[in-house]
């Protein structure tokens, strides 16, 4: 291992085989926290090669479980989100999918640190299971079209002790090793098809532009050289993605999108990673399908499927309904030039804390044009009386700003 | 922990209060050896200031306990080598300059690679006391003028773990973590003025003699930092210094060069390293007392004295006898040109291994002219007769060669 590191810490390349006995003996012991966080400092300072990343991915999907889905029965697809603030993509778009034909199995993590997470959003439906056996979730996907549990200790146990460590050792940018991450993650998920959106901006994990469509480039290849389709979505996160933040407030807002009542930018997104699923599925004509599915209610009675399906209480489900917010407004009028994105995350994340419908419902964009007065924020739930302070997390100019894209970039 | 290794990883320094507080925690259990390992890769990468080694340097002294010698009663003197082969310096230089009135308290380490350790090599003496708690070993320095003992757990307990960390991490070479680890210890043993032996060349921590130099000039500032006196040897490792390679066979090369029959070039560095000892501790006239010193046998008594006070059995010292050696021979004659002074290392610690007068004894020097069938090596010890493949360690060469310098430089 000393001599691995070594190799690393002069800018060399490790072999497949290298990378394959270093997560073996990470596993077993033989090589110790130690050394895998030198050689994960290596990394970041010298980077990794492409070869590198698929070999480490391949080295992480075989330490543990995988899930197998027969390719002769269709195509399944699993979506992926680097992690947003107000996100409900996944919530809708798999359903939708679903309800157009395709075949979703989707692992989901849990809120970290500013960005939610949507295994956190559906445990607020009262008895919906996220901790699915790999049996019993290969056999849902089967069933229902769709599935989202939580990623198990089961797949993939390198990755798991690999992040953690990774992530108090201050070792995390290093494209090779966060694109492993995510990939082995979904390669052993068992999906032949992935969707994964890439946040960029001040809240996401790639802040630049450029780093967030090279990270998508590697999933994309990556997962390629795995003999899996892919496609990538650069997307924006300089301002939450829809319209409210928290967990059960954000299932009510898919309830509502799925309803017909949705945001306009979430709208726009949700269709296009829809119809990117349901095009890997091998089913044409998607972006119509997307859109017949989400306006006929299929895509509504296959969300409330699933919850059936994994146990959730489909009646407690329509009954969710949020208190009487606390409004929070602008102190003076202009325009919205920027939005405090991860300090509203971590808030979305406190307020949802003691109370499953407790977060934010966000009235102001970045562009809009604000009356002095008019309404910036919501929010709700229980500990909602200590929100005020957040008006300044709205950076409201005189001079009128450029909106950044929705959708950046998107790779096949 | 987590945004200091950030802020190394970026290039940053880190504060005293920083290093401070990252080897309490370290000794404590708040900061993890992954941490502390992806910190020292992240200096191996970035390098540290001398403040910052400074800085570790006080951190890591004060996680242990410290000797004191009042300087009222006279500057005490340590000397440190980097690590060599055939290296006896220490084991004559210190009862030299005591013999010159100088006191020298002398804490010294094992063999490490392929180096010898001045502390296995006292062990052979029969009944020699190494490890010596620190009050005896002050006193003895008080009442002999000299002690060498070996470094204790007590002393510095932090780079001890470092070190070990380091080591298996591949996070050795930076120079700022090698020049703490070395002062550190050097500062905790008490003495108020050091002398150093950075050794280069192919067989030396230090390959580069720039590097070496580099070193060396860190080793001296960071000690007169702390108020101390020091000096700087840069000297040669491309060749063992002495005649001999092992534990009980050097001792023997010791009491051999105390009775004036010295080889040569060990000679020129002893009395060059012992004046420095000699008037660190304020005496004047060094390099002629030194040179008395040995010359009238008061050296090779108060070497005598020194194993006494240890408990080691003097008499026995006296008996120390080589047997009949098997010679290893030149297969063509020519010029020595090279040699591999690391599997001469390793040999020698192989060969006293079981025996502790096992070794080599060194026949060829570079640049030597050598007639087919000449001595190269002596090999000595149960285990010599596996020696004789070492005749390709010498690389001979038609051509005559030049001879590397014994002092590259010293500084004060």
Redesign the interface.
């Known amino acids: 291992?000393?001599?691995c590191?070594?190799r690393k810490?002069a800018g060399g390349e490790l072999s497949a085989d290298q990378w394959d006995g270093i997560i073996t003996a990470f596993m077993e012991g033989g090589v110790?926290?130690?050394?895998?966080?030198?050689l994960?400092?290596?990394c970041?300072?010298r980077g990794m090669s492409f070869d590198e990343a698929f070999a480490l991915t391949g080295a992480m999907v075989r330490s543990g479980a995988t899930i197998t889905f027969d390719p002769a029965r269709g195509i399944v697809a699993d979506k992926h989100s680097s992690g947003g603030v107000s996100d409900i993509v996944s919530l809708v778009a798999v359903p939708i999918a679903a309800a157009c034909g395709a075949r979703v199995a989707k692992l989901s993590g849990r809120a970290l640190g500013h960005t939610g997470g949507t295994i956190d959003k559906l445990e607020t439906i009262p008895g919906f299971n996220v901790a699915l056996d790999l049996d019993r979730f290969a056999k849902q996907v089967e069933r229902v079209g769709c599935a989202i549990a939580s990623q198990t200790d089961a797949l993939v146990p390198a990755d798991k002790r690999i992040y953690r460590?990774r992530?108090?050792?201050?070792?995390v940018p290093a494209m090779g090793l966060i694109a492993a991450s995510i990939v082995s993650k979904k390669i052993a998920g068992g999906a032949h098809a992935f969707v994964f959106d890439v946040k960029t901006g001040a809240a996401a994990f790639m802040r630049d532009p450029k780093d967030a469509l090279e990270l998508a480039g590697w999933l994309v290849e990556i997962a390629k050289r795995f003999g899996r389709r892919a496609t990538a979505f650069v997307t924006d996160m300089h301002q939450p993605l829809g319209r409210s933040i928290g967990t059960g407030i954000e299932v009510l807002e898919a309830r509502e999108f799925l309803a017909g009542n949705a945001d306009e930018r979430t709208r726009e997104l949700v269709l296009a990673i829809s119809a990117a699923v349901v095009t890997a599925c091998g089913i044409d004509n998607a972006p119509q399908r997307v859109r017949e599915a989400l306006e006929s209610g299929r895509a509504a009675a296959k969300f409330r499927e699933m919850i059936a399906a994994q146990d959730g209480d489909v009646a407690a489900f329509e009954a969710l309904k949020l208190d009487e917010p606390l409004t929070v407004t602008a102190a003076h009028g202009g325009y919205v030039q920027a939005v405090d994105v991860v300090k509203l995350g971590y808030e979305g994340r406190r307020l949802s804390e003691h109370d499953p419908l407790g977060g934010l419902r966000v009235a102001a964009r970045i562009g809009d044009r604000i009356e002095p007065g008019a309404p910036l924020l919501h929010a709700y739930g229980r500990d909602k009386k200590h929100a005020t302070h957040l008006s300044s997390t709205f950076t409201i100019t005189h001079a009128p700003c450029n909106v950044p894209p929705l959708v950046y970039e998107t790779l096949t």
């Open positions: 291992m000393r001599q590191i070594e810490r110790d926290e130690a050394q895998m966080a030198a994960c400092m290596a970041v300072w460590l992530d108090r050792t201050a070792t």
